[in-house]
C-alpha cells in the first residue's frame, strides 16, 4: 500500500477548541509517523460521485501514534469544514491520506537551532504540532510562538499553550490582539510589524532562530519581510500561507 | 474505497467551469510559497537558455521585452486545491524564446529555475507548441512579486507548481531531473486531469521500480 493511498478513518473525538475552529482526531487503519508541520488531504463524497478535497495541517504529534488530530477552521459557506462541523459525529468514517509536505517541517533535532514561530489564527496549527513534538521529546530548544489573533476568544489551544508556556521556561507565548484585547492587557495589540518582528529576533540574542511562519497570505508576507529586515537569512524562514481559499 | 460516500454531505459549489478530480473553483488568486518573496531588481534582471543547446543566450529585461509578445487566457489549476478559469497574461511563448538556440538532440527535459532558488522539472515537449510562456502582464499590470513577478513561467496544462515564480531561465536536461517539490515527495508530471499531485500518483512508478530492478 503507497504511503499517500486514501484511507478510512474513524472520527475518535471532537473537540471546540473556539467559536469557529473545531479540532478532529481520528483513528487511522494505516497510521504512519508524520513530521511535525505536515498535513493530511480530506476527501468528500456525496451521494453520485461529487467530490471534494482540502488539505489539513496536522495538530498532533508524531509521538501520538495510531491516530492524528485535524484542527479545522470551520469557514462560513464552507462546502468542506461546513460538512465537518455540522455533518460529523464520533464514530462517523472520514477519507484521508498523507503526511503529505517535506519542506515547512521541523523534524526535532536536539541540534536544531531556536525556533521562532509566527501564526495568524488557524496557521497556529502546524505550529502546535512542532511545539507539541518538542515537548514530548523533552527538548529545550528555545522557542517563541508569537500568534496573532483578531480576539480573545480566537486563541486556538490557549489553555495548552498557557500551561507550557509556564511549565518550561524555555518556550515563550505572545499573544497578539489585533483588533480586541483582554481587559488590561499589556502585551501586542497591532497588526504585526517590523518593529514588533525586530523585538522578538532580539530576544534570541546572537543566534540565528529558525523562522516558520504560518497564517493568511498577507501576514505571512509582511512577517517574512519583516523577519529579513531583523537580520534573518531567508533561507532560515519557511513559510507556510493560507490563501483566501473559502473552504 | 470506491463506494464509500458521506452521508448528507452535498455539494455546494457550483461552477460552470469542467473541473479537475478533486479541485475547486476559485475567483481569487491565492499564493503559495515556501519562503519569503524575492525583490528582483530589474536592473540585473536576466533571462536565460543554458544546458543542452549550442550557444546559450540571455536577455536583459529591456531585450525581452521587446521580444514578440501575446495575449494568453489559461485555465490554472494550484495543487493545493484551487482552480482559476479564464486567467489574463500577457507575455512571451516559450516556442518564441526556442527561436534563438539550437538544442542539442539529447535535450528532452527542462529544469525551470528562478532568483530564490527555486527549481521545478518538466518534459521539454510540455513546454513547445503554444502549451507554455514567459508572463510578465497579469489583468494589463506587471505581475505582482507575490505570484511571480517581474516573469513568471507559466505551463497551464500541468498543476501551477510546475509554473515557476520569479522565474531566471531553462536548462535543458537529458534526464527528468527532480525540481524543489518534486524532491519532497510531489510528482514528477503533475497532470491535474490524472491528479497527479503526488510521486505515488505517478502512473509510471510501477514500471519506473522494475526499471531500476
Known amino acids: ?247 | 474505497m470506491g463506494f464509500f460516500t458521506n452521508k448528507g454531505f452535498q455539494p455546494k459549489r457550483q461552477s460552470n467551469h469542467k473541473l479537475p478530480p478533486g479541485q475547486y473553483e476559485t475567483t481569487d488568486f491565492p499564493v503559495l510559497t515556501a519562503g519569503p518573496t524575492p525583490r528582483i531588481n530589474l536592473t540585473n534582471w536576466e533571462f536565460r537558455l543554458e544546458g543542452l543547446v549550442e550557444e546559450p543566450v540571455q536577455w536583459s529585461w529591456e531585450e525581452f521585452n521587446k521580444l514578440p509578445m501575446q495575449d494568453f487566457n489559461p485555465d490554472i489549476h494550484c495543487v493545493t486545491k484551487w482552480s482559476k478559469f479564464d486567467t489574463h497574461w500577457r507575455g512571451v511563448s516559450v516556442d518564441t524564446l526556442l527561436e534563438h538556440v539550437k538544442l542539442k538532440p539529447e535535450a528532452q527535459f527542462v529544469t525551470e529555475f528562478s532568483y530564490g532558488g527555486y527549481t521545478t522539472n518538466v518534459p521539454l515537449a510540455d513546454l513547445r507548441d503554444g502549451k507554455a510562456f514567459v508572463g510578465l502582464l497579469y489583468d494589463g499590470q506587471p505581475l505582482a512579486a507575490e505570484h511571480g513577478g517581474p516573469a513568471r513561467l507559466v505551463v497551464p496544462h500541468l498543476y501551477f507548481w510546475k509554473s515557476a515564480k520569479w522565474v531566471q531561465g531553462l536548462r535543458f536536461t537529458a534526464q527528468d531531473e527532480p525540481g524543489f517539490w518534486e524532491r519532497g515527495g510531489y510528482s514528477m508530471y503533475g497532470d491535474p486531469w490524472k491528479e497527479q499531485r503526488y510521486r505515488d500518483d505517478d502512473d509510471d512508478q510501477a514500471s519506473a521500480s522494475s526499471i531500476r530492478l
Open chain 1, 1 to 247: 500500500m503507497s504511503r499517500v493511498a486514501w484511507q478510512l478513518a474513524t472520527v475518535k473525538s471532537i473537540k471546540q477548541e473556539t467559536p469557529h475552529v473545531k479540532s478532529f482526531t481520528l483513528s487511522l487503519p494505516n497510521w504512519t509517523p508524520h513530521l511535525a508541520g505536515q498535513h493530511y488531504d480530506l476527501r468528500l463524497t456525496a451521494e453520485g460521485g461529487y467530490q471534494a478535497e482540502r488539505s489539513y495541517s496536522i495538530a498532533s504529534p508524531p509521538e501520538q501514534t495510531g491516530e492524528i488530530e485535524l484542527t479545522v477552521e470551520i469557514i462560513a459557506d464552507g462546502e468542506v469544514s461546513g460538512y465537518l462541523n455540522e455533518g460529523v459525529a464520533v464514530g462517523d468514517e472520514l477519507e484521508v491520506r498523507g503526511p503529505i509536505g517535506g519542506y515547512f517541517v521541523w523534524p526535532g533535532e536536539a541540534s536544531a537551532p531556536p525556533l521562532l514561530l509566527v501564526g495568524g489564527g488557524s496557521g497556529v496549527v502546524p505550529l502546535m504540532a512542532m511545539l507539541r513534538h518538542r515537548q514530548r521529546l523533552g527538548l529545550r530548544t528555545p522557542a517563541v510562538l508569537l500568534f496573532s489573533v483578531r480576539t480573545p476568544e480566537e486563541v486556538i489551544y490557549q489553555a495548552e499553550l498557557e500551561a507550557l508556556a509556564k511549565d518550561d521556561p524555555s518556550f515563550t507565548l505572545l499573544l497578539d490582539y489585533t483588533r480586541q484585547a483582554p481587559p488590561g492587557w499589556a502585551g501586542y495589540h497591532r497588526r504585526i510589524d517590523a518593529a514588533m518582528l525586530a523585538e522578538v529576533v532580539s530576544r534570541f540574542g546572537d543566534a540565528q532562530p529558525q523562522a516558520f511562519a504560518c497564517g493568511p497570505t498577507g501576514l505571512v508576507e509582511s512577517v517574512a519581510n519583516g523577519l529579513q529586515a531583523a537580520g534573518l537569512q531567508a533561507e532560515s524562514i519557511l513559510t507556510e500561507r493560507f490563501g483566501p481559499t473559502g473552504s
